[in-house]
Each structure stands twice: as structure tokens, then as C-alpha cells.
């Protein structure tokens, strides 16, 4: 690892603007092609949102524009699916203690630092050949912790490091090397560009915009629903909820809600599709206890992950995503698609996946008495629930379609490969 880079981890260091300065690379020179772009997905033992739009875009990409690679540290149901789909894919085990925090480096002391940097050390000189050899153009990284596992490596092997925001959380010091480490970015929302570029101006410049998108066709279509399988009477309303089983998606608001809504609304059914990563099975155990009343009368339905995504939204006739933190929800344009209006938090996001009284509600985040308010008003109001479907609906296949978000990735990674390569970095 180099001098000036090791300076970097142990302190921040920098030139007088904060810039990590390396040289300029030397091109190899090869026959004209489309560029190679690594992927590197942290967390592929899992399928949520962030590993589904990946995929997604692997499965529409145009190979005349690029060539993906994925990289990932261990094998799961995410490389699976990157094997079906025929692309090349390497396996790089992280060091057992890097891998069992998750990649979660330069946390603690600063001697938490230099350790946690030695033992990356082998890891980023076996990563910096491996990108020579295959000579890649641009390193993805999928998320904050990924720059910073990609970091060392990408810089020894002068290859410009791009970052896919999907979340407005604040990790302060982590956020700011981040941002020196990328040579650029791109949002998943316009909320999360301008949170990041309010707490980063320095590196605006560095931050752009790839709206999500959806296969509008698959959530929009006719098809079986779930009710019977589940003992939902035809008429009930059904409320849902879709993603990781975790305190940052709000669970355990839908649960308190859902207990609240029953004293008025007693033909009312909820469904809760997901599942807890391991670090978060005892909130998992929590949440289901206080639940368990509705779980034992029938009402409550904790499926796990599903795999028919589809026959989830034609069930329910309002979706809940009641967030701490996100990036966008793209279970809600999931919903839409299918004419499922939506009542979610003011996470990252809202302002472009929800258009508050029209195609659903937007609430406070943490605000357990608006949630159930919302959630209230519609279950009550017929009508109201079918205007707001039907305006999701139309807006979601307006301004949400698979081919622009891929689209609007693939011009991002591109222009990353144009950025003057004395500023990787």
C-alpha cells in the first residue's frame, strides 16, 4: 500500500482541498471495445432491494456499451442468480475479521485503523493485480462500506472507483473519506444528491443522479394473488409491508399500527414479506412477539422472503414503508405499478416515489400516530384507496421504467471512464 495512501486511512490526509493525489496512470493498449465494468457486491448472501436492481440491470444491460464483471467477497443467492445470467464472476474472500464485520472498516482508534488496514493490505494487492490482469476500466462499489473495502486496491491499480448512493444516512467521518476515495458517484434519488451534496460540497461535482427504475411490466400485469393460500377473504383489506425485517424499515412501526388498526378496523389483514439479516434476528424475535396476538387470530402474516413479488402486491390494496433511513423504496413504484397506493416515511426518496395526497401519503419519520392516521384513512375510504391506486399507477409507468434507470447507470459508469485520471481519487 502506498505511503501517501496509508496517510490517508490513519488520518484523512490530503492536499490543501482534501484530494488523495496518486499519478497518472499509464493505458494499456488493446483493441477498441466496450469498457469493463467491475461490480462488486458486498452483502451477496441476500436479495433486497440493492442486490435486485443490480440484477436487473445486468439482466437489460447493452453489451455494445459495456462489459460487467461482478466481484464479490463470498458466494450466496445474489451469485447465484450472476451465474444464471452467464457473466463472469470472481470470488475474493475477505479476511475473516473484515468479513465478519461486513466490511465495516476504520472504525474505532486509530490503531483500530492501522490493524484494520494491515489486514487489508494482502487482500488490496491481490485486488489491484486481479484489475490489471482483466484490465477494468471502472470499479463499482455498491455501497459506503465497499468504498472503503475497494479503496486501497482500486488505487493501486489506478482504476477510477465509482459509488451507487442508495441510502441518506449520515456516517460522517466514514462519508468523508468515502468521498475522497471515489472518483465519482451516483444517487439513487435527488433526496440523497442533495443531502450529500449539502454535508460534502467540496465534492459536489463528484455526485450524480441515476433515477430507479422497474420491470413496470411484471408488477403491472394480471396474475394470480396470494389470498387463498393465506385464508384472506376476498374483500378484506390487506395492508403489506416489503423489505429486510430490520429497525431501519420501520418494522416495528408497522407492527404497532397494525395492532392499533384493528380496534377499528376488524376485517383488516397485514402481511409482512421479508426477512432478518442475521444481525438483526432478535429484533426479528421481538417484533413477531408483539405481534403475536394478530398472528394468532389469523390477521398478521409473516411470510419471510418471497420470491413471487407479483402475487405480493396483487394481495394487498396498500402498501406501508415507514423507513428510518433509505435511499428511494422501491417498493413503492413496485406497488404503484400494480395500482397499490402507498403510505411511507419521508426517508430518501418521498419527494420523487410518492406524490403526498395524490398517489399515497408521505408522513414524519418515526411518527407512529401519522402513520396510523394514513393508514386509517384509507382502509376507511374506498374510493379514495382506488384514486390513489390508479394515479400511482399512471405515475409510476410514466416516470419509472427499467430501461431508463438502466440507461441513466450505464451513462454514469461511461462518463467515469472519461474523468482525468490524475484525479482517481
Not at 72 to 94: D, H, K, S, W
Not at 156 to 164: D, S
Not at 173 to 200: G, P
Request: glycine fraction near 8%; proline fraction near 7%.
Amino acid at each position: 500500500m502506498s505511503l501517501t495512501f496509508a496517510r490517508a486511512i490513519a488520518s484523512f490526509g490530503g492536499d490543501a482541498r482534501g484530494e488523495v493525489r496518486l499519478p497518472r496512470r499509464k493505458r494499456i493498449s488493446r483493441m477498441p471495445s466496450s469498457p469493463t465494468i467491475v461490480f462488486y457486491q458486498s452483502s451477496p448472501r441476500h436479495l433486497y432491494g440493492g442486490q435486485l436492481d443490480i440484477l436487473r440491470f445486468f439482466a437489460s444491460y447493452d453489451p455494445a456499451r459495456l462489459r460487467p464483471v461482478v466481484l464479490a467477497p463470498m458466494e450466496g443467492a445474489f451469485t447465484e442468480r450472476v451465474r444464471a445470467l452467464g457473466l463472469p464472476l470472481q470470488i475474493m474472500p475477505l479476511p475473516a475479521e473484515l468479513a465478519q464485520t461486513g466490511g465495516a472498516l476504520l472504525q474505532g482508534s486509530v490503531w483500530d485503523r492501522i490493524r484494520q488496514s494491515a489486514l487489508l493490505t494482502p487482500w488490496s494487492l491481490k485486488l489491484a493485480r486481479w484489475l490489471r490482469r482483466i484490465q477494468a476500466d471502472v470499479v463499482y462499489a455498491n455501497n459506503r462500506r465497499a468504498v472503503l473495502t475497494l479503496g486501497p486496491g482500486a488505487h493501486l491499480a489506478r482504476k477510477p472507483l465509482f459509488w451507487h448512493i442508495k441510502q441518506d444516512r449520515d456516517h460522517g467521518r466514514m462519508d468523508k473519506l468515502a468521498m475522497r476515495l471515489i472518483t465519482s458517484a451516483a444517487c439513487c434519488s435527488r433526496d440523497v444528491q442533495q443531502a450529500f451534496q449539502q454535508r460534502h460540497p467540496a465534492y459536489a461535482g463528484r455526485l450524480g443522479y441515476a433515477p430507479n427504475g422497474v420491470p413496470l411490466d411484471e408488477f403491472s400485469g394480471p396474475g394470480p394473488d396470494m389470498r387463498r393460500a393465506l385464508e384472506i377473504p376476498p374483500d378484506a383489506p390487506v395492508i403489506g409491508l416489503a423489505g429486510s425485517v430490520t429497525p431501519r424499515k420501520g418494522v416495528d412501526l408497522f407492527v404497532e399500527a397494525a395492532l392499533r388498526l384493528t380496534r377499528f378496523h376488524p376485517r383488516a389483514h397485514f402481511i409482512l414479506a421479508g426477512d432478518a439479516p442475521t444481525a438483526h434476528t432478535d429484533f426479528r424475535r421481538e417484533i413477531l412477539a408483539r405481534a403475536q396476538p394478530l398472528i394468532e387470530a389469523g390477521r398478521f402474516h409473516a411470510l419471510g422472503w418471497l420470491a413471487d413479488m407479483p402475487a405480493f402486491y396483487r394481495t394487498i390494496d396498500i402498501l406501508v414503508l415507514p423507513s428510518r433511513i433509505e435511499g428511494f423504496g422501491l417498493a413503492v413504484i413496485e406497488a404503484a405499478a400494480a395500482g397499490v397506493p402507498a403510505v411511507r416515511s419521508a426517508s430518501g426518496g418521498h419527494t420523487e416515489s410518492t406524490i403526498d395526497g395524490e398517489t399515497g401519503f408521505v408522513v414524519p419519520v418515526d411518527d407512529l400516530d401519522a402513520l396510523t392516521d394514513r393508514l386509517a384513512r384509507l382502509l376507511a375510504d374506498d374510493v379514495l384507496r382506488k384514486r390513489m391506486g390508479e394515479a400511482a399507477r399512471a405515475y409510476a409507468l410514466a416516470h419509472f421504467s427499467l430501461d431508463r434507470f438502466v440507461d441513466a447507470l450505464t451513462e454514469a459508469l461511461l462518463e467515469t471512464t472519461k474523468i482525468d485520471e490524475d484525479r482517481v481519487g
